[in-house]
């Protein structure tokens, strides 16, 4: 009775070949799944924001070994190389985008990264009744947990964002501390 | 690849974040495998749609499950479907022998008991796909050895 399809017998050549702006797509669509699931489950807003950031948190600490492990890039040097490197490489390689590096405080302690178009809001709109949602929160937590891995302790919020009116998305970083390497007591 | 790295992150973030809110209520767990589940329904339709957007009309079911097993597989994980069988009465069976949400776990018997989890977002995926191509369908999935997995999709008449 049952039987083996055809599946496979004019075999090789697929259609298409997905590119990598499909796979992005599949990254986009399961993420306001997630949001649209968190917005059903909790009552506020703000509770949201936390449940993203705590996810976004992470996803980071995990994501940072596979960054280090494909970038080979080493330890940087001052807070500059790190917001370059995040820049260039870390937004290259897993969101396809290059958010450009502005308003340095003049301690060099605070940076902005501005995202010209933020993939994971493609199919979005925000309905009027989430006006305090920080939709993107994901991304401020796997920042802060995957420089935590990397020993810094980085404050990073949203304070623009497109979905909400501004013209542009950006998401302010501030350098709080160096983390010391908790090493075992009496252990030199 | 790099550019699956954020959806499976993001994967497992989703199953843990379900999970810990099932652990609160042990009669809840059932209704948590359907908030996954229709998660993956949502996204299911809205690749299909913009997956489908310059292809000509299917022929037929099997046209449409074929679809499924190379296009939209290939689209999601990288690979197609290694087997596809069907009793010619509306019951496919897709066999992927390295399921790319199991093939980081495990390869065997080891955590077995976790591998559930791990599909009913892939489910959900397989039937909101399907549903917007106009065919209603309960799919479900079974593991023996990990990485491997069968996805048995039951076609509702209308």
Same mark, same amino acid.
């Given at each position: 009775?049952?039987?083996?399809?055809?599946?496979?017998?004019?075999?090789?050549?697929?259609?298409?070949?997905?590119?990598?702006?499909?796979?992005?797509?599949?990254?986009?669509?399961?993420?306001?799944?997630?949001?649209?699931?968190?917005?059903?489950?909790?009552?506020?807003?703000?509770?949201?924001?936390?449940?993203?950031?705590?996810?976004?948190?992470?996803?980071?600490?995990?994501?940072?070994?596979?960054?280090?492990?494909?970038?080979?890039?080493?330890?940087?040097?001052?807070?500059?190389?790190?917001?370059?490197?995040?820049?260039?490489?870390?937004?290259?390689?897993?969101?396809?985008?290059?958010?450009?590096?502005?308003?340095?405080? #003049? /301690? *060099? %302690? !605070?940076?902005?990264?501005?995202?010209?178009?933020?993939?994971?809001?493609?199919?979005?709109?925000?309905?009027?009744?989430?006006?305090?949602?920080?939709?993107?929160?994901?991304?401020?937590?796997?920042?802060?947990?995957?420089?935590?891995?990397?020993?810094?302790?980085?404050?990073?919020?949203?304070?623009?964002?497109?979905?909400?009116?501004?013209?542009?998305?950006?998401?302010?970083?501030?350098?709080?501390?160096?983390?010391?390497?908790?090493? #075992? /007591? *009496? %252990? !030199? | 690849?790099?550019?699956?790295?954020?959806?499976?992150?993001?994967?497992?973030?989703?199953?843990?974040?379900?999970?810990?809110?099932?652990?609160?209520?042990?009669?809840?767990?059932?209704?948590?495998?359907?908030?996954?589940?229709?998660?993956?329904?949502?996204?299911?339709?809205?690749?299909?749609?913009?997956?489908?957007?310059?292809?000509?009309?299917?022929?037929?079911?099997?046209?449409?499950?074929?679809?499924?097993?190379?296009?939209?597989?290939?689209?999601?994980?990288?690979?197609?479907?290694?087997?596809?069988?069907?009793?010619?009465?509306?019951?496919?069976?897709?066999?992927?022998?390295?399921?790319?949400?199991?093939?980081?776990?495990?390869?065997?018997?080891?955590?077995?008991?976790?591998?559930?989890?791990?599909?009913?977002?892939?489910?959900?995926?397989?039937?909101?796909?399907?549903?917007?191509?106009?065919?209603?369908?309960?799919?479900?999935?079974?593991?023996?050895?990990?990485?491997?997995?069968?996805?048995?999709?039951?076609?509702?008449?209308?």
């Amino acid at each position: 009775m049952w039987s083996t399809a055809c599946l496979f017998h004019h075999d090789g050549m697929i259609a298409f070949q997905p590119t990598s702006m499909r796979n992005s797509e599949l990254f986009t669509l399961t993420y306001g799944a997630l949001v649209t699931q968190l917005c059903k489950d909790y009552e506020n807003d703000e509770e949201v924001n936390k449940q993203l950031d705590k996810m976004g948190y992470n996803i980071g600490v995990r994501l940072i070994e596979d960054f280090l492990a494909r970038s080979s890039i080493g330890r940087c040097q001052d807070f500059r190389e790190t917001a370059d490197v995040i820049a260039k490489v870390a937004f290259k390689m897993y969101l396809g985008i290059t958010p450009s590096v502005t308003n340095w405080s #003049p /301690a *060099g %302690d !605070e940076f902005s990264l501005i995202l010209e178009n933020n993939p994971l809001v493609d199919f979005v709109e925000l309905p009027d009744n989430h006006s305090t949602l920080i939709y993107s929160n994901l991304l401020c937590g796997v920042l802060r947990g995957a420089l935590e891995m990397v020993q810094m302790a980085v404050d990073v919020r949203f304070v623009q964002d497109t979905l909400r009116g501004d013209n542009v998305t950006e998401i302010r970083m501030k350098f709080i501390k160096r983390i010391e390497e908790n090493l #075992p /007591a *009496g %252990d !030199e | 690849m790099a550019d699956e790295a954020p959806f499976q992150f993001l994967h497992n973030e989703v199953i843990q974040y379900i999970s810990k809110s099932a652990e609160k209520g042990e009669t809840e767990n059932g209704r948590n495998i359907t908030k996954l589940e229709n998660m993956g329904f949502r996204v299911g339709q809205g690749l299909i749609e913009r997956l489908t957007k310059d292809t000509s009309r299917f022929k037929d079911e099997l046209d449409i499950m074929k679809f499924i097993c190379k296009d939209f597989w290939t689209c999601v994980f990288k690979k197609q479907i290694d087997n596809l069988r069907t009793n010619h009465q509306g019951i496919y069976v897709l066999q992927d022998n390295k399921f790319r949400l199991l093939s980081q776990l495990s390869a065997g018997k080891q955590h077995l008991e976790h591998a559930p989890k791990y599909l009913s977002f892939t489910c959900g995926l397989v039937r909101g796909a399907l549903s917007n191509l106009g065919v209603k369908s309960i799919v479900t999935a079974e593991v023996s050895v990990m990485p491997a997995c069968k996805f048995q999709v039951m076609i509702q008449k209308m």
